[in-house]
Each structure stands twice: as C-alpha cells, then as structure tokens.
C-alpha cells in the first residue's frame, strides 16, 4: 500500500471502549435525590450496554433498514403489516426488558417513574426512534385507568416486561405494545376538528370509520384514538387483533417518509368500521386522553435532554482525540469555549427534565403542589428543552469538521432526530400557549412553579434578577400571547437555572447563570464570558 494512505490523527471508535454511559453525575444525583438510587445497578448495567458496539450497530441497522409496509399477501389477502429489521427488535427488547415501556405502574418502589426516566433517557442515546412506541405505551396506561374495566384488561400485558412481537390477540400474548392515534389532515393539532366517527353497537363497542394522518408505531397491538361519538369527541380504544382472533379494521395506507426518525413506522391509518371500545365518557375525549400527551410530553424533553447527552459526549470524544494545529482540539481555548457551552446546556436539560419526572412521582402519589409544578413545568420544560435540541446537535456534529457530516459517523442522524420532539405532542407554539393555557385555567400553577424557582432565592444575583423579570412579564398581559415564546422561555431559564444552582455543579451553574440569564452570552454556542473554568465542566462529559 502506497504511505499515502497511512491513517493518521483519526479518532478511536467510542462505543466499544467499555464506557459506562450512565456515568452521568446529573443524571445520578436526580435520581438520589428522588431516593431511586436503587435502581442504579441495573442503570449501570443498562449503560455498558449502551456503550456497547453492538448496541451501536443495532441503532445503525435499524435506521439504515427501515421499515417495510406489506399490505397485502401473496395472494391478495390484506395482511396490513410492518416488517423491521432483527435490529429494530433488539432495541425493543432491551427497553421493554428493563421496564422502559410501563413498569412503573406495577412497581410500588420510591421513585418508580424517576427511575424509568433515567433509564429510558440512557437507553436513548442508542437509537431515539424506538423510544416512540415505548413512550406511547408508558402513556397510555393512566388514560385506560379512565375506565377500570379496559384497565383490568390491558394493564398488566402493557407493564409486562417481555417483549412479544406479532400479530395475535391481545389476551394470548406475553406482553403488549400501545400506539396513538389522534390527528387528521385537516386539523393537525386541533383535535377537535376530527371528522373519524365512531357509532355504538348493541353490545357496547363502536364501530369507527376515518383517515388518521399520523399514527406512529402502526404494528402496536391497540391505540388510543380520537373520534367523534353522538355525545361529542371522544376517546376509544381499539386492538388491530380481535377477541374472535379476526383483524380489526385498520388499514395501514402508507407509511410515511421522514426526515429522521427513520427506525420508526409512522403512517397513515384507515378505520373502515373498526372495533373500539370507549375510554372515559362520551364527549369527554381531549380530558381523557390529556394524561397521556403530559407523559409522551415528559418522554419528548427526556429524549432532548438524551440527544444533547449524546451530542455533547460525542464531541468532547472527537476533540480529546483529534488534533490540529498542533494540539488537541479540546485543547483549543476557542473549542473549549464551544464544548463547555454544549455540557452546559445539556446538563441543564437533563436537570429539568429528571426534575419532572420526580414531579410525576410525586403527582401519582397524590401531591397536589407537585401536580401543579408538574402541569405548568411540563409545558415550559417542553417547549425550550426540544427547542433548543436542534441548534445544540447541530453545533455538536460542527465539532467534528466534515467527519461529522459524513453519515458514518452517526452524527446526521443525531442531527435529523433533533427537531422531531419539539414537533410531537404539539410543536413550539402549541407548547407555549398551552402553557398560558396553564397559567390561565389553574393560575395557582404559576406560583406552584416560581416557588419552586424561588428556593433558590438569593443563591445567584443574576437568577434573582430573571426570575423578578419573570414575574413582570407574567403581570403585564398585553399581548400576552404575542409575546407567549419569549415568556415561557424566560420562565424555562429560570427553572433551569434554580435546579443548577441548587442542585448542580457550581461551575456549570456559574455558566449557565452568567450566560443564560445574566446576558453574557452572543447568539451561537461557544460564546460563554472569559474568566470561567470550564475544565471541571468538559470533565462531567468525558470519559476516560
């Protein structure tokens, strides 16, 4: 071979290595705090493997495989099914394994839901695409909860901890996998439009016809879904597999193609008088199936927080290992600047995203000031963390030069998956004014959650000060809704940085306070102020 194509200055493999990924000094101190530290030997145990290269090799397969619909039969028989790659299933057994998918609610532990947060926001780092079923299912457990009877049913096939792929009745598997189904091309997010019908029948199903626009996971074995019923919209339940064995039916038109979130099946689904059963009350569908989009909320700043984990490990990696201009990049003070800028933000999504899932917790346990944190953070939580996880993957993959553009190097893909949780479950606007909508039907959520804010009262002069901008903000309602991004966003900073100040490390609090909240800052990542010291920052996301 000619020395021309000797190999130099290339950066070693992370996964591999033996790294731990939950090695996470934020994401361990939430869950002590919470008292689920019990769950850390199988959280470490779950880490090796996502540190694993086998564990990356599923991620990679499973997207550049992606799903396959098969209509129909060989014979002309409509058959309706989602063929993946060995894969995609690989990463579905480990998740539902280790509980990722509704453990919680069997398990009595302390700290149950906090526990399955950490795990499904490690297990993440991985592949995000399996994360849409497995959240889906998590959530729909408290909307059967609306009528006992379905709970009874489902409930413990959907906590199950084994995975059972295929197409058969749901009493006759080991374990179930739920889906969604709620919105149509002519109204998107406003649900109430929905023109799906549902009619009852004699022996107390309905029977549905309509064109749903987006149902992700469509070889789930039931979905929750929205129709209109005599009594109004309403939230019913249907099986793709039948009590009689037969298939119900839901036709799957197409599946859809996306920009990232390519593991994943999402698709168009006909109901051609389908069989379902309702949930809750006739004309009482949003109320009902509301608990369920606040966890698949909770699931899409988890996965943000997840993927900034992954952006920022990664480059920290590439530029401990990679040099130019005769040092190590990490050695650059500019890319220092730029690198403890993507640890700080990721840290400070990870803090508030493990913050609501103690809230959620704690709202299950029947906390009425946690349930009021938790409704108004939800929605601020949402809207920023998912808002600011494209800009961070994308200066994340810019830290590799052209290596991170190449598709190899797993960062596009990284890159494509970032915007998806600020679009699901209601995109930037949507969160944002339902966060006013918060504000506004249950205002004594504002103080439930600014005094979570104000413990830290007096800690960091420069996060007193945003939270007395905040409370300004909120007391001027002129074009409240106008201005509803730039609020909700100030209220997230200041969420964020009382978690860091109180509960964080001090340096990354100090960056977060100076940059975020007290101005110092310009509009691109790698602009922290001079005079920080950013090594004990980088140090929180290498490893060794």
């Known amino acids: 071979m000619p020395p021309t194509h000797e190999v130099t200055n290339q950066v070693p493999e992370f996964h591999g290595q033996g790294h731990d990924l939950a090695e996470d000094p934020t994401l361990l101190a939430a869950l002590r705090r919470a008292g689920a530290e019990w769950v850390e030997p199988e959280l470490h145990e779950l880490g090796r493997r996502a540190g694993t290269a086998e564990a990356a090799d599923w991620g990679r397969l499973a997207n550049e495989y992606p799903p396959v619909l098969r209509t129909h039969d060989r014979y002309g028989h409509r058959i309706d099914e989602v063929e993946f790659h060995p894969a995609w299933h690989e990463l579905m057994r480990t998740a539902v394994s280790h509980g990722l998918h509704a453990a919680p609610w069997r398990d009595a532990r302390p700290g149950a839901h906090t526990a399955r947060a950490a795990k499904f926001y490690l297990w993440g780092q991985v592949e995000a695409g399996h994360s849409c079923p497995i959240s889906m299912t998590y959530a729909a457990v408290p909307a059967l909860r609306a009528t006992p009877e379905l709970a009874e049913r489902f409930e413990p096939l959907l906590a199950s901890t084994e995975y059972d792929f295929g197409l058969r009745e749901p009493s006759g598997k080991r374990g179930l996998i739920a889906g969604m189904s709620m919105t149509e091309k002519q109204g998107g997010s406003d649900v109430r439009t929905n023109t799906t019908t549902a009619t009852p029948q004699p022996d107390g199903t309905y029977r549905l016809v ?94 943000a927080a997840s993927g900034m984990r992954t952006g920022a490990v990664l480059a920290l990696h590439h530029t401990t290992h990679r040099r130019a201009f005769g040092k190590a990049l990490v050695d650059q003070p500019l890319m220092r600047n730029v690198l403890a800028d993507l640890v700080v933000e990721s840290e400070a999504a990870t803090a508030v995203a493990m913050r609501l899932a103690v809230a959620t917790d704690l709202s299950q346990a029947g906390d009425e000031q946690e349930t009021l944190v938790r409704r108004l953070g939800l929605a601020v939580a949402k809207y920023w963390v998912c808002k600011r996880g494209p800009a961070h993957a994308a200066e994340a993959l810019e830290c590799f030069g052209g290596n991170g553009y190449a598709e190899e190097s797993g960062m596009p893909r990284l890159y494509r998956e970032a915007p998806l949780v600020s679009i699901w479950e209601g995109s930037g606007n949507v969160a944002a004014l339902d966060a006013l909508r918060a504000m506004a039907k249950q ?46 966003e100030q209220l997230a900073l200041c969420f964020q940085g009382s978690l860091l100040v109180r509960h964080g490390d001090q340096a990354v609090a100090d960056a977060f306070c100076a940059s975020r909240l007290g101005g110092d800052h310009g509009g691109a990542f790698g602009t922290l102020p001079a005079g920080l010291d950013v090594e004990p920052i980088l140090a929180r996301a290498r490893h060794a």
């Not at 209109?228 to 859809?256: E, M, T, W, Y």
């Not at 698709?267 to 199936?289: F, K």
């Not at 909320?297 to 996965?303: A, K, Q, S, V, Y």
């Open 210 to 303: 309509g064109h749903k626009w987006f149902t992700s996971a469509p070889m789930s074995d039931l979905f929750l879904t929205l129709a209109q019923a005599p009594g109004g919209l309403s939230c019913f339940v249907l099986p793709r597999v039948l009590p009689d064995g037969g298939r119900n039916r839901l036709h799957i038109q197409r599946l859809k193609e996306k920009l990232g979130n390519r593991s994943n099946a999402s698709s168009e689904l006909e109901y051609d008088g389908a069989v379902g059963w309702l949930v809750g009350e006739e004309g009482r569908g949003v109320p009902t199936i509301i608990e369920m989009v606040n966890m698949t909320r909770l699931d899409c700043t988890l996965g």
């Open 443 to 488: 205002p004594a959520t504002v103080e439930a959650l600014l005094g979570e804010i104000e413990t830290a009262a007096g800690a960091d002069r420069r996060l007193d000060a945003a939270v007395a901008e905040v409370r300004k903000q909120l007391g001027d309602l002129t074009e409240l809704e106008y201005r509803a991004r730039r609020v909700v």
